[in-house]
């Protein structure tokens, strides 16, 4: 009987995907942001809405649904209509706040129909021009004679920031604390005003306020340099080996939503991401395009919360 179901629903599917592809979208796209404005997911995600916007002919509407680092918005697109009209962008703390978190409202493999790990960006290692260091071994140093007494903005317990700094701190022996603020835009306004001394932000929201002079950069926390601040150190080459920290933003569905719908996104997402003369849009924001396809993305989660989930044990990185 079992068998006899599958065939049928696989029957269905074949027949429903000519329809599918032909009428969708036939309204707006709610693209959900669990984090504030300002940080490199609402940075990644508002890029790629307003490309989409041309080539599906629907509005792609970033709604930023923040809080509980991230989990207010992910809980809302895992409960929603699995119809295509509700998505969510995210990074590591979609596989990461279940090992830093006592409780959270999804199971990111249970709960999500991976659609494409779309971008992928390193950190950068940012400090406010009051103090007085200009290298990462300068910074270590400081923060050695100081323990307890420098602190860096992150975006929320267990956000890229966090882990982040958390990392730095483990490998280099040092004390800094993390202050949390709502979202990766507030983190960084509070370096910028000199309420903290330090951020590890990301590279696509702190390179304008490099070039402007309104912070200072020591580091880049990917295993190479990046092209667009090429002068500027690994955090490995100025100091720390074996460091390395590189984000990721992808876009996910609810569980249930049909194939030919995630398979429709996914083309229409590589289309935006890969389109001719495109590609400064992303390089000039350090942002590395990657298009995955939906299996690519969900083998890629999976490494990332192995990844991830050892590496908060093991250096007992904590949400307090």
């Known amino acids: 009987m079992q ?3 599958a065939v049928l629903g696989g029957l269905v599917l074949c027949l429903a995907t000519p329809t599918l592809a032909q009428t969708y979208p036939t309204r707006p796209i709610r693209l959900v942001s669990p ?3 300002g940080g490199s ?10 490309k989409l916007v041309e080539n599906i002919g629907q509005q792609v ?15 809302h697109v895992a409960r929603a209509a699995p119809d ?3 998505l969510v962008i995210h990074t ?31 950190s950068l290692v940012t400090v406010h ?6 290298s990462v071994k300068e910074l270590i140093a400081l923060a050695r004679a100081r323990p307890g007494q420098l602190n860096y903005s992150a975006a929320g317990v267990g956000t890229n920031p966090h882990i982040a700094g958390e990392l730095f701190n483990l490998l280099t022996g ?8 709502k979202g990766g835009g507030p983190a960084d306004m509070a370096m910028i005003a000199g309420e903290v001394e330090l951020t590890f932000g990301n590279i696509s929201q702190q390179v304008g306020h490099i070039n402007s002079g309104r912070i200072r950069a020591l580091a880049v926390t990917s295993a190479k340099r990046s092209p667009i601040l090429p002068n500027l150190p690994t955090v490995a080459e100025a100091g720390v080996p074996g460091y390395e920290f590189v984000t990721w933003h992808g876009i996910l569905a609810p569980k249930a939503t049909p194939r030919p719908v995630v398979t429709y996104l996914n083309e229409q997402l590589k289309k935006v991401l890969t389109a001719p003369g495109q590609s400064s849009l992303w390089q000039e924001r350090g942002l590395e395009v990657v298009a995955s396809s939906p299996e690519e993305f969900a083998a890629h989660l999976n490494s990332e919360q192995k990844k991830w989930g050892q590496v908060i044990k093991e250096r007992g990185i904590k949400a307090e």
């Open 41 to 50: 997911v609402d940075v990644v995600g508002r890029l790629i809405a307003a």
């Open 174 to 181: 040092s004390n800094i604390v993390a202050i949390q603020f």
């Open 35 to 37: 984090f504030p404005p």
């Open 92 to 122: 590591i703390p979609f596989v990461a706040n279940q090992f830093l978190l006592a409780r959270v409202p999804y199971d990111p493999a249970r709960d999500f129909a991976p659609i494409s790990h779309v971008t992928s960006s390193p």
């Open 129 to 134: 021009p009051s103090l007085p260091v200009r």
């Open 84 to 86: 295509g009209y509700t």
């Open 61 to 75: 509407i970033v709604d930023n649904r923040s809080g509980a680092s991230g989990n207010i918005g992910t809980e």
């Open 3 to 5: 068998t006899a179901r």
